[in-house]
C-alpha cells in the first residue's frame, strides 16, 4: 500500500488552510505529504507539517491583453513540466486539489499519467479550476451541502470545509447568551474591511445608549481606517479594539455573542463550529457570486441575517443589530441553527476519502 499524498492549492487563506489541515491529519496517520502552490501561497505555508513545500508556476488567464495571455500560457506550460518531473520522481498515490489556478498544472500533469484525484470546493459554488477536473475526479468533496455548477457526472460528497486545530480547539461546548456584556467580532476579509471600517462604527454610535455600554467590539479594520473608526466608537462611549490583523482570531471568535463577517468559505465554517450568531454581507465582485450562495447555508437555518454590499447601510445595520441583540431567544436558537450546520470532523472525513482511493 502506497503512502504518499500530493496536495495543491490555490495563492490565498481560503484555499491553503483547508488543505493544511488535510495535510495534518494525513500526518498524523502516518502519510507522507507534498504540498504545491505558488509564490503567494508560500506565505501561508510555515505550519503546514508537509515532507515537501514547493512553488509551482502558474498564472491566471486574461483574453484582454494578447500579450499577457502568452506571457500566462507560457507560465501555465512551465507549471505543467515542473508538475510532471515532481511526480514522476516522487510518485503520489493520490492528488488533492483545493482550487484556485495555483492547482491547474498539477491537476493536468495527474490527468496525463492517470494518478486518480480528489478536488475539495470550500464554496457552495463549484470555481473555474475545479469545474474542469469535476467530472473525472475520484471524488467532488464539498464544505457545503449544496453546490452549484456541478457536473451530472461528478462524484459529489460534502465532507465540510477542513478547520485548523486552533479553530477546533476554541469551540465552546455551549453558547452563553450576554447578560452584562455583549461581545461583537467584526472582521471584513482582505478585500472588504475598509467598508466594514467605516459603516459599523457609524452603525453601532446610531444604537441606543442602553446598547452602546453593553458592548465590547473587536474589529478588523483597514491600516487607513484603524484611527478614524478608534476615534468613533470613542465618541459613541462603545469599548473597541480594531486593529489590521489578529493572530489570536479563534479565542475572539470563541467568546464572541455575535459576529459581522464576510461570506467566504473558510469564515463561514469557523463561525457555525463556533455557533455564533452572524451578520453576514457578501463581497459582490467575489466569482459567480459564491458567497452569496455560502451565506444562504446559515441564513437558510435562521442562524444568520444577510446584507447585500447596496444594503450595508448604517441605518440598515443598526435595525438589525438591535433587533438580534436585544433578543436572547434568538441568540440562543441561532447559535444551534448555526452549530447544526458545522462539521467539525469534516479534515477526517476527507481523510478516508484519501485513503480509501490508495487502498483500493
Given at each position: 500500500?502506497?503512502?504518499?499524498?500530493?496536495?495543491?492549492?490555490?495563492?490565498?487563506?481560503?484555499?491553503?488552510?483547508?488543505?493544511?489541515?488535510?495535510?495534518?491529519?494525513?500526518?498524523?496517520?502516518?502519510?507522507?505529504?507534498?504540498?504545491?502552490?505558488?509564490?503567494?501561497?508560500?506565505?501561508?505555508?510555515n505550519n503546514i507539517p508537509a515532507s515537501n513545500i514547493l512553488k509551482i508556476s502558474s498564472s491566471s488567464i486574461s483574453l484582454r491583453n494578447p500579450v499577457n495571455f502568452f506571457l500566462s500560457g507560457l507560465k501555465i506550460v512551465?507549471?505543467?513540466?515542473?508538475?510532471?518531473?515532481?511526480?514522476?520522481?516522487?510518485?503520489?498515490?493520490?492528488?488533492?486539489?483545493?482550487?484556485?489556478?495555483?492547482?491547474?498544472?498539477?491537476?493536468?500533469?495527474?490527468?496525463?499519467?492517470?494518478?486518480?484525484?480528489?478536488?475539495?470546493?470550500?464554496?457552495?459554488?463549484?470555481?473555474?479550476?475545479?469545474?474542469?477536473?469535476?467530472?473525472?475526479a475520484k471524488f467532488v468533496a464539498s464544505g457545503f451541502e449544496e453546490l452549484q455548477k456541478t457536473p451530472p457526472?461528478?462524484?459529489?460528497?460534502?465532507?465540510?470545509?477542513?478547520?485548523?486545530?486552533?479553530?477546533?480547539?476554541?469551540?465552546?461546548?455551549?453558547?452563553?447568551?450576554?447578560?452584562?456584556?455583549?461581545?461583537?467580532?467584526?472582521?471584513?476579509?482582505?478585500?472588504?474591511?475598509?467598508?466594514?471600517?467605516?459603516?459599523?462604527?457609524?452603525?453601532?454610535a446610531l444604537l441606543p445608549e442602553k446598547i452602546r455600554k453593553k458592548l465590547r467590539v473587536v474589529q478588523q479594520t483597514t491600516i487607513d481606517c484603524k484611527v478614524r473608526a478608534l476615534n468613533a466608537y470613542n465618541d459613541a462611549g462603545v469599548d473597541a479594539?480594531?486593529?489590521?490583523?489578529?493572530?489570536?482570531?479563534?479565542?475572539h471568535l470563541s467568546s464572541a455573542h455575535y459576529v459581522v463577517s464576510r461570506a467566504g468559505a473558510s469564515s463561514i465554517s469557523e463561525i457555525s463550529?463556533?455557533?455564533?450568531?452572524?451578520?453576514?454581507?457578501?463581497?459582490?465582485?467575489?466569482?459567480?457570486?459564491?458567497?452569496?450562495?455560502?451565506?444562504?447555508?446559515?441564513?437558510?437555518?435562521n442562524a444568520a441575517d444577510i446584507l447585500l454590499e447596496s444594503e450595508f447601510t448604517p441605518e440598515n445595520i443598526k435595525t438589525i443589530l438591535e433587533n438580534r441583540l436585544n433578543d436572547s431567544n434568538w441568540l440562543k436558537k441561532a447559535s444551534e441553527q448555526s452549530k447544526s450546520v458545522s462539521r467539525p470532523n469534516s479534515a477526517s472525513e476527507l481523510t478516508n476519502l484519501v485513503i480509501s482511493i490508495i487502498e483500493n
Amino acid at each position: 500500500m502506497g503512502n504518499k499524498v500530493l496536495i495543491t492549492a490555490g495563492g490565498t487563506g481560503g484555499h491553503i488552510f483547508p488543505a493544511q489541515s488535510l495535510t495534518e491529519c494525513l500526518v498524523s496517520v502516518g502519510y507522507s505529504v507534498t504540498f504545491t502552490t505558488d509564490k503567494r501561497g508560500l506565505q501561508h505555508t510555515n505550519n503546514i507539517p508537509a515532507s515537501n513545500i514547493l512553488k509551482i508556476s502558474s498564472s491566471s488567464i486574461s483574453l484582454r491583453n494578447p500579450v499577457n495571455f502568452f506571457l500566462s500560457g507560457l507560465k501555465i506550460v512551465k507549471g505543467i513540466l515542473q508538475s510532471i518531473k515532481l511526480m514522476v520522481m516522487w510518485k503520489p498515490d493520490v492528488v488533492v486539489g483545493f482550487g484556485g489556478y495555483p492547482s491547474f498544472p498539477i491537476l493536468i500533469a495527474a490527468q496525463l499519467l492517470r494518478v486518480p484525484i480528489i478536488i475539495h470546493e470550500q464554496n457552495a459554488v463549484l470555481g473555474r479550476v475545479n469545474r474542469i477536473f469535476a467530472a473525472k475526479a475520484k471524488f467532488v468533496a464539498s464544505g457545503f451541502e449544496e453546490l452549484q455548477k456541478t457536473p451530472p457526472q461528478a462524484n459529489h460528497i460534502c465532507t465540510g470545509n477542513p478547520l485548523r486545530d486552533k479553530i477546533i480547539q476554541q469551540i465552546p461546548k455551549t453558547y452563553k447568551t450576554p447578560k452584562e456584556k455583549i461581545n461583537i467580532l467584526i472582521v471584513g476579509g482582505s478585500l472588504g474591511a475598509k467598508i466594514f471600517s467605516i459603516r459599523m462604527p457609524e452603525a453601532i454610535a446610531l444604537l441606543p445608549e442602553k446598547i452602546r455600554k453593553k458592548l465590547r467590539v473587536v474589529q478588523q479594520t483597514t491600516i487607513d481606517c484603524k484611527v478614524r473608526a478608534l476615534n468613533a466608537y470613542n465618541d459613541a462611549g462603545v469599548d473597541a479594539i480594531c486593529d489590521t490583523f489578529f493572530s489570536d482570531i479563534e479565542v475572539h471568535l470563541s467568546s464572541a455573542h455575535y459576529v459581522v463577517s464576510r461570506a467566504g468559505a473558510s469564515s463561514i465554517s469557523e463561525i457555525s463550529a463556533m455557533g455564533v450568531p452572524s451578520l453576514l454581507v457578501p463581497l459582490d465582485i467575489a466569482m459567480d457570486d459564491h458567497q452569496r450562495f455560502n451565506a444562504n447555508a446559515l441564513v437558510n437555518k435562521n442562524a444568520a441575517d444577510i446584507l447585500l454590499e447596496s444594503e450595508f447601510t448604517p441605518e440598515n445595520i443598526k435595525t438589525i443589530l438591535e433587533n438580534r441583540l436585544n433578543d436572547s431567544n434568538w441568540l440562543k436558537k441561532a447559535s444551534e441553527q448555526s452549530k447544526s450546520v458545522s462539521r467539525p470532523n469534516s479534515a477526517s472525513e476527507l481523510t478516508n476519502l484519501v485513503i480509501s482511493i490508495i487502498e483500493n
